[in-house]
Every structure is written in structure tokens, then in C-alpha cells.
């Protein structure tokens, strides 16, 4: 049982925030009919209808009958909800059933008007409430202006309905007034959530849209500034090879000048290319705090920075630069942040960089990497992160209590002399 907590648990708290929204909605919207059917449509009717074989009957059957509509409507919620957001075919038939049992169930309230089998101003209740699952369903499937449309031509046809059994005066006008009502309401209810939920979710693709280009505008960067060193050292170096060829078909001893000329070409080009790539790799601390909060504030998590990588050395900014990256990245996805505070001080020779959230999830305390860096089994974000550290001579923990997670990371401000071997072969395979 314990296991099973935790599992749920843990699937809510994978759940990114605009799915907990949906799934908060949905259900909010199974629960409103059953809310509506109690409060307006069985208990008001199961304890007004007068005695009789007749109204018995017909009341009973009638309470059947919005109890099935409750439950369709509750069947039909998630295809309606996703064709509303762009995700399925429109739901004709299950409209098409939602609107037969509606005309069954008003055509046993008219039987009961008819029969007067239920004492005055009661049935208005009931009449109320059976507009409700139909009006739901049809909310999320037309849009707003052939809502309206439908719900006049049945607010007609169940005046005409009631005073076709007898209704008059005013209690036809409550009638109309009732249906009218109960479709705004449910109007109210039910597009007025999902227009936002689908707003949300376009908000969200939006997010993922602008990420991709901005990875592809860093990948085109990074061709060009190649393309710009390259294209012209390995234009020489073709045409150097060329004329060092013929020269030796000839015999002329310029052609070891030539080919001297385009070793000390390409060893230049391996330098600008080194270059290239460090320039790339380097993450400036500055910009990464900025940008952290901005990302961090934008999703609705309040961060706090103080402190300032004005005068850090290079290495040292491009280290902890990496970590608060990777840092915001896992805070938007895992856990439930509400708040995060990041921490820069720098000491007589070090530097420590802080970065604490709050809404760990539950396991975290056991196993704190992978809430912090999304690095459970097989990842490699906290591994890679240390070696980074270790190259200026760093290091990095993290705790979990109270669900709060800090990530510290400490950066000596002289880094050794030495590389470290992933360094080293870093700068042999460039």
C-alpha cells in the first residue's frame, strides 16, 4: 500500500504543471453534473412527487434517466475536452446520445406537468438541472455562438413542451428563464476552463517552438564560425597541396617549401578551431544567473539572486556557469518548485555557488541526484557537472531536507596547474 502511495506520488510530481491543471479541471468537470443532479435533480424530485402509481413511475424513471446522463457525460468528457483542444474528430455521436437522453428525461418532466405529480415549484429544479450534461458536452464541442443558438431552439421547445401540458403565465416564463440559466452557467463553467487550459497549452507549445530555434540559432552560429575559420585555411591548403604536386613532378625543390607552408596552415587551423570550440563550450556566470531567473520567474517560480561574477576568472565563471544551468533546467523539471534562491559568495580563495528549491519530491531525500539534475539511473548531468568542476579544481554536493534541495558547488579562485585528464584529451582530439 505504502509502494502504491508512492508511485502516485511520484507519477503526480512527474507531471509537468499544465498537465496538473488539465487533470484538476477534468476532474472538476466529471464532478459537476453529479453536483448539480443531487443539489437540483434527485433529492428535490425523489421528495416531492406525490403519491400515485402514475407519478411514481414516471419519477422515479426520470431520476433514472439524469443519473445515465451524468454518466455519459462523464464518459464523453475527455473526447469532448480533446476535440476542443485540437486533438481528436468532433464527438457526434456521443452528442447525438447526450441529446436523446435530454429529450427523454424533459419529456418525462412534461408527463409529470402533465400529471401534476409533483408539488408546486419543485419541478423547476429538475428542469434546471437536466440542461446541464447536455449543455456540457455541447459547450466543449460547437463553439460559442452555435452554443447559444442550440440553446434557444430548446429553450422553445420545452416552453412549447410544458405549455402544451397545461403550463402558463408565469410558469412557463420560469421555465425558459431556468433553461437559460442552467446553459449559461454550465457555459460558464465548463468553455471558460477549457479556453484557458487551451491557451496554457499553446503558451507551452510556444515555450518548446522558441527553445528549438534557439538551439537552432546556436547550432548556425557555431557552423558559420566554423565555416569562417575553415573555408578559407582549407582553400589555401588545397591549392598550396596542388602547386606542391606539380612542382615535385617537376623536380623543383620549392615543393617542400609548399607542403612546410601548408603544415604550419593546418596547425593553425587546429588552433582556430580549439578556439572555436572553447568559445562555444564557456558559459559566462553573469548571463546564466540572468537568464535563470528569467526562465525561473517566467514558469511562475519566484528566484531570488545575490551576488555578483563580476571580477571571477574565466574558468571559474564558465564552471559554475554550467552548473546554474543545469540547475534551472532540472528545478523546471522535476520536483513542484515554488521558489528558488540562488547564492554566489566569494571567500579568500574560493568561490561557493548555492542553489536551494523547495517541492522535492518525496524520495528525493533518499536519492537526491536525480531530483536535482534529472540523473536517476543511466544520466550522466551531476557526473558531467563534477568533471567540469574538477577541471578548475571544484567540487559539488547536494542535500535534500524538509523538501528542499541544495546543489553547492565550490571553485578555488586560482585553478591548478595541472588539466585534468579529461582536459588533456579534450586538447589532443582538437
Not at 425558459?176 to 446553459?183: D, H, M, P, R, V
Not at 531570488?304 to 523546471?332: C, D, F, I, K
Not at 513542484?336 to 536551494?356: K, M, N, P, Q, Y
Not at 571544484?394 to 585528464?421: H, I, K, Q
Amino acid at each position: 500500500m505504502v509502494g502504491r502511495i508512492r508511485a502516485l506520488q511520484r507519477g503526480w510530481h512527474a507531471r509537468s504543471k499544465i498537465e496538473k491543471v488539465e487533470f484538476q479541471s477534468v476532474v472538476m468537470w466529471h464532478a459537476l453534473p453529479w453536483v448539480f443532479y443531487l443539489s437540483w435533480g434527485s433529492l428535490p424530485l425523489g421528495l416531492s412527487l406525490r403519491p400515485g402509481p402514475a407519478p411514481q413511475i414516471l419519477g422515479w424513471t426520470l431520476i433514472a434517466v439524469g443519473a445515465a446522463q451524468c454518466v455519459h457525460a462523464n464518459r464523453s468528457l475527455r473526447h469532448s475536452l480533446d476535440h476542443f483542444l485540437k486533438r481528436r474528430e468532433p464527438p457526434r455521436r456521443d452528442l447525438a446520445v447526450a441529446t436523446a437522453l435530454m429529450g427523454i428525461a424533459y419529456a418525462l418532466a412534461v408527463a409529470l406537468e402533465a400529471l401534476d405529480g409533483v408539488e408546486d415549484g419543485l419541478l423547476g429544479l429538475t428542469v434546471l438541472y437536466l440542461v446541464v450534461p447536455f449543455c456540457q458536452s455541447l459547450s466543449f464541442a460547437v463553439p460559442v455562438r452555435v452554443y447559444l443558438g442550440r440553446v434557444a431552439v430548446l429553450d422553445a421547445v420545452v416552453v412549447a413542451a410544458f405549455a402544451v401540458a397545461g403550463s402558463s403565465g408565469g410558469r412557463l416564463t420560469a421555465v425558459a428563464g431556468l433553461i437559460a440559466f442552467g446553459a449559461l452557467l454550465t457555459l460558464l463553467s465548463s468553455r471558460c476552463g477549457a479556453w484557458t487550459l487551451s491557451v496554457m497549452w499553446e503558451a507551452d507549445h510556444a515555450r518548446e517552438v522558441e527553445a528549438r530555434l534557439a538551439v537552432a540559432e546556436e547550432r548556425l552560429r557555431f557552423g558559420r564560425d566554423l565555416h569562417d575559420v575553415m573555408g578559407r585555411n582549407l582553400a589555401v591548403i588545397a591549392l598550396k597541396s596542388e602547386l606542391a604536386v606539380q612542382l615535385a613532378r617537376r623536380g623543383r625543390p620549392e615543393a617542400v617549401d609548399q607542403m612546410v607552408e601548408v603544415q604550419r596552415i593546418a596547425r593553425e587551423s587546429q588552433r582556430e578551431v580549439r578556439e572555436v570550440v572553447r568559445g562555444y563550450r564557456e558559459a559566462d556566470l553573469g548571463v546564466e544567473l540572468i537568464g535563470a531567473q528569467g526562465v525561473l520567474e517566467a514558469a511562475g517560480i519566484t528566484c531570488r539572486v545575490t551576488g555578483s561574477a563580476a571580477g571571477l576568472p574565466a574558468p571559474v565563471q564558465s564552471a559554475l556557469g554550467w552548473v546554474v544551468r543545469e540547475a534551472a533546467t532540472n528545478v523546471l523539471r522535476h520536483g513542484d518548485a515554488e521558489r528558488c534562491d540562488i547564492a554566489l559568495t566569494v571567500t579568500s580563495g574560493r568561490t561557493t555557488l548555492t542553489v536551494e528549491n523547495d517541492g522535492a519530491p518525496a524520495d528525493a531525500a533518499q536519492d537526491p541526484a536525480p531530483a536535482a539534475t534529472g540523473t536517476g539511473t543511466g544520466g550522466s548531468g551531476i557526473a558531467g557537472l563534477r568533471e567540469r568542476l574538477a577541471e578548475v579544481g571544484g567540487t559539488l554536493d547536494s542535500s535534500c531536507a524538509a523538501g528542499r534541495f541544495r546543489l553547492t558547488a565550490r571553485v578555488p579562485l586560482t585553478p591548478p596547474e595541472n588539466g585534468s585528464p579529461l582536459k588533456e584529451q579534450e586538447e589532443a582530439l582538437l
